[in-house]
C-alpha cells in the first residue's frame, strides 16, 4: 500500500511539473519582447489609435472654424512679425506688412498662411500625447513644453524659407518648402514625443531624470538615421515619381470609370507649363510641376503630383531608423504600410475628382481641406502601429501598459 501511495504521489508531482512546465513558455511568451510579436496585440495600441484619431479630427474641426477669424490672423501677423524681424537681422532690406502677413526680403515676397503655422505638426504632437496613457498633469507639462518648441522650429523654418526664397531660384524654395521641411517636422515631431515619453515613463521625476532623458542620445542616433534615409528615399521617389504618378491616375481612372460610372475619356501624367522667367534645377523644376490628368467629357481634372511625396518616403525613412526589428518584420509592416498609403492616394485623387465634378468644391473646400489636412499624419500613425510602438518604453505585451500608467 505503501508502494501504490509513492508511486500515485510521484505521478501527482510529476503531472504538477510538466504542467508547470508547459505553462512556463507561455508565460515566457506573454513576457517576450514586443520586437518578436506584432504590433498591433499590444495592450492599448486600439485605444491609442482611436483617441489620436478623435484628437486629430478635433484639431481639424476646430482649426477648420477658426482659418478664416481674427484669431488666425492675429496669429499670422504675430509670426510673421517675428519672422521678419529675425530676417531683418541679416542685414538686407526686409519689409513687413502684418496685416496681410507678407514679407518683402532682399527682392523676394512671401505671405504666411494658416497652414505654414505648424498646425498639422502641433495636432500630430498634441494627438500622440493625449493618446499615450499617461496622468493629466503629464500631458499638460508636456503640451506647455513641446508647442512652444514646435512654433520655434516654425520660426526657423520660415526664416530659412525666407533666405532660401532670396538667395536661390523659386523651385529650390518650393522644393524645400515641400519636401526638406516636411520632413525635418516629423522626426522632431516623433524625437519630441519620445523625449516626453522616456520621462513620464521613469520612476524618477526630477529635473536631473529629465536632463538624463535629454542626455540619451539614442533619440539622436534614430533622428540621425531617419534624416539619411528620408533623404535616400525622398531621391529615390524623385526619380520614379513620373512612373508612380502614372499608376495612381489609371486606377483612378479605371475606378471612378467602373465603380463611379464616370465617362473618363483619358488619365495622362502632364506638367504645369513653366513660369516666365523662373529658372531652376531641372530635376526640381520638372518634379513640381508634374501633374495627375484625368479627362472627363470637356473637362480635364489634374492635381498636383508633388502631393503624393508627403507620405511614402517620411514613412519608409521610419521604418528604416526605428531599431530592434527583425528584417523580415521591418519589410513585412513596410510593405503593408505601402499598401495602404498607395490605396490612400488613389482614393485621394477619386476624392477629389467627385468633389470637384459631382459637388462643385473647389480646392479650398473642408472636404479637401480635411484630407490635405489628414494626409501628413499618415505616415506617423502607420508607422507607429507597424514599429513605433516598439520603441515605446513599458509598453509591453502582457500588462506592461497598464503597469506604466499606474507608475506615471
Excluded at 503531472?15 to 508547470?20: L, N, P
Excluded at 495592450?43 to 478664416?68: A, Q
Excluded at 492635381?303 to 511625396?309: D, E, F, R, V, Y
Aim: contains cysteine.
Amino acid at each position: 500500500m505503501m508502494d501504490n501511495k509513492s508511486e500515485k504521489q510521484n505521478e501527482s508531482e510529476s503531472r504538477e511539473k510538466k504542467v508547470v512546465s508547459s505553462a512556463t513558455p507561455a508565460e515566457e511568451s506573454a513576457s517576450e519582447p514586443s520586437s518578436r510579436r506584432s504590433p498591433l496585440l499590444a495592450p492599448g495600441s486600439l485605444r491609442f489609435m482611436i483617441v489620436f484619431v478623435v484628437s486629430v479630427i478635433t484639431v481639424f474641426i476646430i482649426y477648420d472654424r477658426v482659418k478664416e477669424g481674427p484669431q488666425m490672423a492675429m496669429y499670422m501677423s504675430f509670426l510673421a512679425r517675428q519672422v521678419g524681424a529675425l530676417l531683418r537681422l541679416t542685414g538686407k532690406s526686409t519689409v513687413i506688412i502684418p496685416a496681410k502677413a507678407i514679407i518683402h526680403y532682399n527682392g523676394f515676397s512671401m505671405q504666411i498662411i494658416p497652414d505654414c503655422g505648424a498646425i498639422p505638426s502641433m495636432s500630430i504632437f498634441t494627438a500622440a500625447l493625449l493618446a499615450f496613457p499617461a496622468r493629466i498633469r503629464y500631458k499638460v507639462w508636456g503640451l506647455l513644453l513641446g508647442l512652444p518648441l514646435l512654433y520655434v522650429v516654425n520660426v526657423c523654418r520660415l526664416v530659412c524659407l525666407g533666405f532660401i526664397g532670396a538667395n536661390f531660384s523659386r523651385p529650390t524654395f518650393h522644393f524645400a518648402h515641400i519636401y526638406v521641411w516636411q520632413t525635418i517636422f516629423i522626426v522632431f515631431v516623433v524625437t519630441l514625443w519620445f523625449f516626453w515619453i522616456n520621462y513620464v515613463t521613469a520612476e524618477d521625476k526630477s529635473i536631473v531624470s529629465l536632463l538624463r532623458v535629454l542626455w540619451r542620445g539614442h533619440r539622436f542616433a534614430f533622428a540621425l538615421r531617419f534624416v539619411c534615409f528620408g533623404a535616400i528615399f525622398l531621391a529615390l521617389f524623385v526619380v520614379t515619381l513620373r512612373a508612380y504618378a502614372w499608376f495612381v491616375v489609371h486606377v483612378a481612372g479605371f475606378c471612378l470609370e467602373v465603380v463611379g460610372g464616370y465617362d473618363i475619356r483619358s488619365a495622362t501624367v502632364g506638367s504645369l507649363p513653366p513660369q516666365a522667367g523662373v529658372a531652376g534645377p531641372t530635376v526640381i523644376e520638372d518634379l513640381l510641376r508634374l501633374t495627375m490628368n484625368i479627362r472627363y467629357g470637356d473637362t480635364d481634372k489634374a492635381m498636383p503630383a508633388a502631393q503624393l511625396a508627403y507620405t511614402l518616403p517620411p514613412f519608409l525613412a521610419l521604418m528604416a531608423a526605428t531599431a530592434g526589428i527583425k528584417l523580415r518584420d521591418r519589410v513585412t509592416s513596410a510593405g503593408l504600410g505601402l499598401i495602404v498609403l498607395v490605396s490612400w492616394h488613389i482614393i485621394m485623387f477619386c476624392t477629389f475628382f467627385v468633389a470637384a465634378v459631382s459637388f462643385g468644391f473647389t480646392g479650398d473646400s473642408p472636404l479637401v481641406r480635411a484630407v490635405g489636412f489628414v494626409n501628413p499624419m499618415l505616415p506617423f500613425l502607420l508607422w507607429f502601429i507597424m514599429a513605433g510602438i516598439r520603441q515605446v518604453p513599458n509598453w509591453g505585451f502582457s500588462r506592461n501598459a497598464k503597469d506604466a500608467e499606474g507608475k506615471t
